[in-house]
């Protein structure tokens, strides 16, 4: 199962911006609408976007996403450290028939 | 409140099989999809399958399709899923989420299955 390419990891201070960046192909991103995970250490994953930039009830506005072409990316500002985590990319792969996740990017809080 | 609860995980052998249960409570189960996302130890997330609400579609990643079968009980509010022919490689914390048959929103907290003799 393909996946798709994130950063390994990103950091910023308290209160900066952080962009995580997500890039796939035609067949996901390119055709299909992407979401985002967050997870932190131990825990299940738990959606922060969907339908490329919607933010489910609860998620703070400080969490937005954009996508365009066959890439995505999610910016965190306000940066917080409780904003400490992996999080995930994520889509519908029509080639394949299935939803493909991002490698993950490890958000680091200085 | 929405509850997923996983179980069926444990410690098997190489080649044997096992099931995995997902129980379902505080919402209207058979409205939704329900998926299946794996994490192999310090690794990332695998999607495995999705059922979708009425059981009529069932979609699995290339690297479990013919050995995982999931399905699902509406009566019941419970799926599952089937895994025959273990490997090492299954080894993994497997979740189960609810959504819509292209989006895994809301999830359960995970059931860890070992594979090793």
């Known amino acids: 199962q393909s996946m798709l390419t994130q950063s390994p990891s990103a950091s910023g201070t308290p209160g900066q911006r952080v962009t995580v960046s997500c890039s796939g192909s035609?067949?996901?991103?390119?055709?299909?609408?992407v979401n985002w995970y967050l997870q932190l250490p131990g825990t299940a994953p738990k959606l922060l976007i969907y339908?490329?930039?919607l933010r489910p009830s609860g998620v703070p506005d400080r969490f937005s996403g954009s996508r365009s072409g066959t890439s995505a990316s999610l910016a965190i500002s306000g940066l917080q450290s409780e904003d400490e985590a992996d999080y995930y990319c994520?889509?519908?792969?029509?080639?394949?028939?299935?939803?493909?996740f991002g490698t993950g990017t490890k958000v680091t809080v200085l | 409140q929405v509850q997923l609860v996983e179980s069926g995980g444990g410690v098997v052998q190489p080649g044997r099989s096992l099931r995995l249960s997902c129980a379902a409570s505080?919402?209207?189960?058979?409205?939704?999809?329900m998926h299946w996302v794996r994490q192999a130890p310090g690794k990332g997330l695998e999607w495995v399958a999705v059922?979708?609400?009425?059981?009529?579609?069932?979609y699995y990643a290339d690297s479990v399709r013919g050995r995982f079968a999931i399905s699902r009980d509406n009566s019941k509010n419970t799926r599952y899923v089937q895994r025959n022919s273990l490997s090492p490689e299954d080894t993994a914390v497997y979740f189960c989420?609810?959504?819509?048959?292209?989006?895994?929103?809301?999830w359960g907290q995970g059931t860890l299955v070992t594979v090793a003799s």
């Open positions: 989420a609810r959504g819509t048959a292209m989006l895994p929103e809301y």
């Open positions: 505080g919402f209207t189960f058979r409205n939704y999809a």
């Open positions: 059922i979708t609400n009425d059981g009529s579609g069932k």
């Open positions: 035609s067949s996901n991103i390119g055709r299909n609408t």
């Open positions: 339908n490329n930039n």
């Open positions: 994520a889509a519908w792969d029509d080639t394949l028939n299935g939803y493909v």
